[in-house]
């Protein structure tokens, strides 16, 4: 039986996935995984957690990493809603 940080581990070698679907995956808060995958950065060496930031679908404006948590809802350079959010990945 895997932990849940080993299952972490495993989910984000296989593919890349955001903090959100993994949340959705283990039904839990997203406060609780992003505590989970920064212990697992700290955990995989020499492997690496690779992050893509969030950004905009519609014009691929990219936002900062400022904040990891939640996803920006809106563009701030077109104004649409359509964001994809970060995606993060073990390699
Ligand atoms: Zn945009």
């Given at each position: 039986m895997l932990t849940r940080r080993e299952e972490i581990v495993q989910l984000l070698t296989e593919r890349e996935s955001s903090l959100q679907a993994i949340a959705n995956h283990f039904r839990t808060d997203l406060k609780e995984i992003l505590e989970d995958v920064q212990h697992v950065e700290q955990t995989i060496r020499p492997k690496k957690l690779m992050r893509k930031p969030a950004a905009c679908?519609?014009?691929?404006f990219p936002f900062k990493e400022r904040n990891r948590i939640k996803t920006p809802s809106k563009c701030p350079r077109c104004r649409k809603e359509w964001i994809q959010p970060a995606l993060f990945r073990i390699e």
């Open positions: 679908k519609s014009c691929g």
